[in-house]
């Protein structure tokens, strides 16, 4: 007989199990069998339970480690999303500083441009090339404000006010450059273009003269043609003088004065020579002009003109005393006229002039004569006493 706890033999006559010390019970054989059937299957049903409870406690297990890692992965990604966060405010408020520093900037930099010279000047220009004139004088003002004296605002100024047609004004201002920078050649050409504009030709030779810069003076020969040439020097003379203009351009007119003024198509027009009558001093000024009404710089002659009076008349007799009638005879050279009075008057070309021998009238009396040349030069006065009394009537 079989333990029913144990399984294990029971001797014949035992109550209890030696071996577990369970109560003897009988046990059939089929019993037995079923027993241990039972217990294969229990042993089974244990076995799978542990292998449902292992896969369960993996599962749990591996549920757990899971949920750790998405609790810790959460922990990171809410640590992350802080600093991105903090970062984000950060960025924020470097942005909102940056954009004040950039308006601080912006407002600085346009209080700049509004008191700079070089800033102004640049909107003048720009104005001026887009025809906006009062805006660019605007401009250029508040530029000279700034830089007083600047001379590329004055230079711009002056071609501001050429435009606006105020020449007086462009005139003044231009002229300024130039007594601050004889050299600067933006100023001659400025001028230039204005007086040529208006033909003040006076005025291009006036500016011509504050230069002696090569450079500043090859400008002047696009205003001016060529100069004449006058074929008697300056020096002088004892004769008057036939002076002759001449001038290598052609379609070119000649004027000049004998005044020593800059002659201009108003003064007389150059067709034959140019005679010198006069006695003492005379200046020849020629100029040409071309069909531009451009004239060619001035050129001069200085005559002077010292002519010999001539002799005084030669008569015969000279003088004495006569007893009959008698006359005086003038030898009278070529181009020369003699005039003559009695009575100890002061002969002139109103006079009587002489044209054959003079009758001596009767009494004490004093012929005066003088010779008159064809330039109109008078001798010195000659004078002779004749004294007739008939012999009949003393």
Do not use: H
Request: glycine share 6%.
């Amino acid at each position: 007989m079989k333990c029913a706890k144990c399984g294990a033999e029971i001797r014949p006559g035992c109550v209890y199990c030696s071996n577990c010390g369970q109560e003897a019970q009988i046990v059939t054989e089929i019993n037995i069998l079923e027993d241990d059937l039972l217990r294969s299957m229990l042993d089974e049903e244990s076995e799978k339970t542990k292998e449902t409870v292992s896969a369960e406690d993996k599962c749990r297990k591996s549920s757990e480690s899971s949920d750790t890692k998405q609790a810790e992965r959460g922990r990171k990604q809410k640590k992350s999303r802080q600093q991105k966060k903090k970062q984000l405010r950060m960025l924020i408020i470097l942005l909102i500083v940056l954009a004040a520093a950039c308006l601080t900037a912006g407002g600085i930099l346009r209080y700049q441009r509004a008191n700079s010279a070089a800033y102004q000047l640049k909107r003048a220009q720009e104005a001026f090339d887009q025809k906006n004139y009062t805006s660019a004088l605007d401009y250029v003002n508040r530029a000279l404000q700034l830089e007083d004296g600047s001379e590329d605002a004055l230079l711009l100024q002056g071609q501001i006010y050429q435009m606006m047609k105020e020449d007086d004004q462009a005139e003044t201002i231009l002229l300024k450059v130039i007594d601050q920078n004889p050299d600067c050649t933006e100023a001659y050409e400025s001028l230039l273009e204005l007086y040529d504009e208006n033909g003040s030709y006076e005025q291009i030779l006036a500016l011509k003269e504050k230069t002696t810069n090569p450079d500043i003076l090859s400008l002047f020969d696009t205003y001016l043609v060529e100069t004449p040439v006058i074929d008697v020097k300056s020096g002088t003379y004892k004769e008057f003088q036939e002076v002759k203009l001449s001038v290598k351009g052609k379609s070119l007119e000649i004027y000049y004065t004998l005044d020593g003024s800059i002659p201009t198509k108003k003064d007389t027009l150059y067709e034959d020579v140019v005679s010198i009558e006069k006695q003492g001093k005379t200046t020849l000024t020629a100029v040409a002009m071309d069909k531009n009404g451009r004239y060619s710089e001035p050129v001069s002659a200085q005559y002077d003109i010292e002519l010999d009076a001539p002799d005084v008349p030669v008569v015969s007799p000279d003088g004495g005393r006569f007893t009959e009638a008698s006359s005086v005879t003038v030898t009278v050279p070529k181009g020369v006229t003699v005039y003559y009075t009695w009575n100890d008057t002061a002969p002139s070309k109103k006079s009587s002039k002489y044209t054959g021998p003079i009758e001596i009238p009767e009494g004490n009396n004093i012929l005066s004569l003088i010779a008159v040349d064809e330039n109109g030069l008078s001798s010195e006065v000659l004078k002779c006493n004749y004294i007739y009394y008939p012999s009949n009537g003393i």
